[in-house]
């Protein structure tokens, strides 16, 4: 029996008893990736991008390991829920525009000191300001560093489009531009190089793009490192206190913790470890969340269908972000249909030793959006469910 196999019988043997659609986290191979995530950030916490989570009780047993410190959160309302549950180091990665967030922000101390925003442009600070509703608490901020790599003088641009904030001088100016507002506190800045740390440099039978990829990220990388760390000199030169520079992400962890301006790394889709991230030589994670769609139909010989399961990931629409039928080992899609709203046809020859009823585990290709699906998580320990928990939508929390 091959180790998927293995896999495949013990998900099957823990869920015999509950009808599919479902979802699984493998808490084994969830713990194994936390400690791989912290071995290799080398002593530096890592800080849990809840994005890639979506599950308050799995937030907490990530947060109790060691190495593990802090959540990094994607929307504002998103943070004060998590800081009125009693996580009191949130960083909200991305600036907001919710005025009555930044209201109940204000007007709570507990809160104020719980939560840090995000910022790259003096507006938002005046749409905070506007939103404050006489609350008089100090805003903890934070400061975006644009991470994206240019060459050809910036005729080619390689990152995400995030911050415009790049050069020393420019954040600089932003952190006197803080300094000067009474009511806001400059505490950290934020790098997230997504196109190395997000970016698969070994791709299955593409070995030239492969090498292309690796030459991109030493590169970007090496001018990354320079700059970050100029950036650094110049904010602590205006804010000596600063309290934390974060970078990285899952497929960068090492190679941002040997940053010495950086303090602690951010990463949250190698807990899971969904498919995009399978392509990659700096690690080799565990899948740990999966989901189980139930055949209700046989076609034909080589054929089955199981209901819905049409769940692409955002981003650029494209192949990579479908999930991918994963157990039992074979199956494919049809490529006239691909996975379906409502139904999804298997080809295969698995397929014939498929019953009605019986289940296919499928990966998503990416990490926490797959919770925006199901309502809670089967958390699995060897072969036997051991506890069912909420995601935010089985919280009745859906924050974007």
């Known amino acids: ?18 009808d599919a659609p479902l979802a699984v986290v493998d808490l084994d191979a969830f713990d194994a990736n936390a400690a791989d995530l912290a071995r290799r950030a080398g002593g530096k916490p890592v800080r849990v991008a809840s994005k890639s989570v979506r599950c308050r009780a799995l937030l907490e047993r990530v947060l109790a390991m060691d190495g593990f410190a802090g959540i990094m959160s994607f929307t504002l309302d998103e943070s004060l829920w998590l800081a009125r549950s009693g996580f009191d180091d949130v960083l909200l990665a991305y600036p907001s525009a ?46 975006e560093l644009d991470t994206a790599l240019h060459l050809l003088g910036g005729r080619i641009r390689i990152g995400a489009r995030r911050s415009p904030l790049r050069e020393p001088e420019q954040l600089a100016a932003l952190a006197r531009a803080v300094a000067r507002r009474p009511g806001f506190r400059l505490v950290g800045l934020m790098a997230y190089e997504g196109h190395v740390a997000g970016v698969g440099d070994a791709v299955a039978g593409s070995p030239l793009r492969s090498r292309a990829v690796r030459l991109m990220q030493s590169a970007a990388r090496r001018e990354l490192a320079q700059r970050r760390a100029a950036v650094v000199r110049a904010l602590r030169a205006e804010a ?16 941002t913790a040997e940053e010495d301006a950086v303090t602690e790394i951010a990463a949250g889709s190698g807990l899971y470890v ?14 740990a969340a999966l989901f189980a769609q139930p055949v209700v139909r046989r076609p034909g010989v080589g054929v089955v269908t199981v209901l819905g399961g049409g769940y692409p990931a955002s981003g650029a629409a494209g192949r990579d972000r479908l999930p991918v039928p994963y157990l039992p080992e074979g199956l494919r899609y049809d490529p006239q249909e691909g996975p379906g709203e409502v139904q999804t046809p298997l080809l295969g020859a ?41 995601t935010y939508r089985g919280e009745g929390r859906t924050f974007l």
């Open 1 to 18: 029996m091959t180790p998927r196999a293995a896999d495949r019988a013990r998900y099957d043997r823990a869920t015999a008893h509950l």
């Open 98 to 143: 919710d005025r009555a967030g930044f209201a109940e922000l204000a007007g709570d101390a507990k809160l104020a000191a719980a939560v840090t925003v995000m910022v790259d442009d003096p507006a938002q600070l005046d749409l905070i300001d506007g939103a404050r509703d006489g609350g008089a608490e100090e805003i903890r901020v934070c400061l």
């Open 274 to 287: 969904p498919r995009l991230f399978d392509n990659y030589t700096s690690f080799t994670g565990r899948p």
């Open 240 to 255: 000596p206190e600063l309290e934390f520079v974060n970078g990285g992400g899952t497929g960068s962890v090492q190679h």
């Open 350 to 390: 698995p397929a014939d030793d498929l019953l009605i009823g019986d289940k296919v585990w499928f990966r998503h290709a990416k990490a926490g959006e797959l919770c925006e699906r199901f309502a809670e998580l089967q958390l699995i320990e060897s072969d036997r469910v051991v506890a069912s928990v909420p």
